[in-house]
């Protein structure tokens, strides 16, 4: 049986993701309506469709490290009354993802379509599960934070045509349970990882983040390298359905352990920042690989990196999140005179918000990649430093 699903990544990382799938064995394409964020579908970027088995769906879970999050769709139809919609609604396989009784939080969006309220639509569709479960849902709101999380089901309404999608993944997919410590101005861990897949670093060629904060960059760098499974210690929302396979879910498990390399690349992170050292020793702790990284408190301006060539891999304070930009030209210009000295040859990917910061670094950049980071509008900008002549 092959079920119709998609992924939600953070919006510039759909080719990271789409790669990632390859390595999987999944085939998957950009949606004809673009969708966004954690939420499924909106008229934004941000998520790739793919159809794969229930075991691909685990797979899926416990294996991407681009992916936010991951939606099975449950069904699409026309519904421009509330009628329709509760018939049609209740007409799903609700019975396979929701026990009776079970929590749900249900997430509208509406999109020119005559039933425009989101509470409204909201009413209806917690009516047809009740319909079709023999029990009312009970209806909760939804809370990352919470311990004990519903199940997500997502209703989109766009041009009178409902799609009704029920989250497979639970937390977020960036919450991978190592990071419970944050510096100044985190990464998401999935972020921080399709940064990674996206630089093309290797896997095998030494690492460097300068400017680690809690230490998400070497971190996902040294789960990729050992080819650690991001998902491994966490739970996920498919866990919780009637039909849950938990033996087959332990063999998936213990083949990803019995994949898992023993050895890194050298992988070195460092902060001027006492605090963020030790919180990112702490988290690395908790990933299983601390042995794996050096952390060090340094400035940019003293970092001494292994023999390269290697990749630089960093998020430098860009202004809007950490100081203000009139103190960063310094900043930027100096790393750019380091990197020269330090790196020779060695690839750069610098997660910045402005193209004049990154300039100031002088360094050659290709043409940039849009991303989003918390909101703000950013850019991967990488290239490859001069080796001396
Ligand atoms: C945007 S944060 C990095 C966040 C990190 N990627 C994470 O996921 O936690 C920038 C970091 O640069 C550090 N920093 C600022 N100026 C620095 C300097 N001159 N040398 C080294 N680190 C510096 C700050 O302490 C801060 O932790």
């Given amino acids: 049986m092959s079920y119709s699903l998609y992924a939600v990544t953070a919006p510039g990382l759909e080719g990271a993701l789409m790669r990632e799938l390859a390595e999987l064995g999944l085939e998957a394409r950009a949606p004809r309506a673009r969708r966004s964020a954690d939420d499924g579908p909106r008229d934004e970027s941000g998520g790739l469709e793919f159809s794969a088995s229930m075991v691909d769906l685990y797979r899926a879970n416990l294996h991407l490290r681009s992916a936010a ?19 049609r609604a209740a007409a799903l396989n609700w019975s396979f993802y929701l026990a009776p009784g079970r929590p749900v939080a249900l997430r509208v969006t509406c999109h020119k379509s005559r039933l425009y309220h989101s509470d409204a639509v909201a009413e209806p569709v917690a009516g047809a599960i009740g319909d079709r479960l023999g029990r009312q849902p009970i209806v909760v709101g939804w809370d990352e934070q919470s311990a004990e999380l519903p199940q ?4 989109r309404l766009a041009n009178d045509r409902c799609t009704i999608s029920i989250d497979t993944s639970g937390a977020l997919l960036h919450r991978r349970g190592y990071r419970l410590q944050t510096a100044k101005a985190p990464l998401r861990e999935n972020l921080a990882a399709g940064i990674l897949l996206q630089s093309g670093w290797d896997a095998a060629s030494p690492f460097l983040d300068p400017f680690c904060g809690s230490g998400t960059l070497p971190i996902e760098a040294a789960l990729l390298a050992r080819r650690i499974a991001p998902g491994k210690n966490r739970r996920f929302a498919f866990m919780d359905w009637p039909h849950f396979d938990a033996p087959q879910w332990k063999a998936l ?15 070195f992170g460092s902060d001027r920042d006492e605090g963020a050292v030790r919180i990112a020793q702490a988290n690395a702790e908790r990933a299983g690989v601390a042995g794996a990284i050096r952390f060090e408190r340094l400035a940019v301006s003293s970092i001494q990196p292994p023999a390269g060539p290697g990749w630089v891999v960093t998020n430098p304070p860009y202004g809007v999140r950490v100081s203000p930009v009139k103190d960063l030209r310094d900043l ?12 020779p040859g060695w690839h750069v990917s ?40």
């Avoid at 997500?152 to 209703?155: D, G, H, P, R, S």
């Avoid at 498990?253 to 992988?267: G, H, S």
């Avoid at 940039?368 to 991967?380: D, E, M, R």
């Fill in 253 to 267: 498990l213990a083949q990803a352990v019995a994949a898992e390399l023993p050895e890194a690349p050298p992988i």
């Fill in 69 to 87: 999050r991951i939606l099975v769709r449950l069904g699409h139809f026309e519904a421009d009354n509330f009628e329709t919609l509760r018939s």
């Fill in 152 to 155: 997500l089901v997502v209703v």
């Fill in 332 to 343: 930027y210009s100096r790393l750019g005179d380091v990197l020269r000295a330090a790196c």
């Fill in 350 to 389: 610098l997660l910045c918000s402005s193209d004049l910061l990154a300039g100031h670094t002088r360094i050659r950049f290709e043409a940039p990649l849009p991303l989003i980071n918390g909101g703000i509008a950013v850019k991967l900008y990488s290239g490859i430093l001069p080796t001396p002549a």
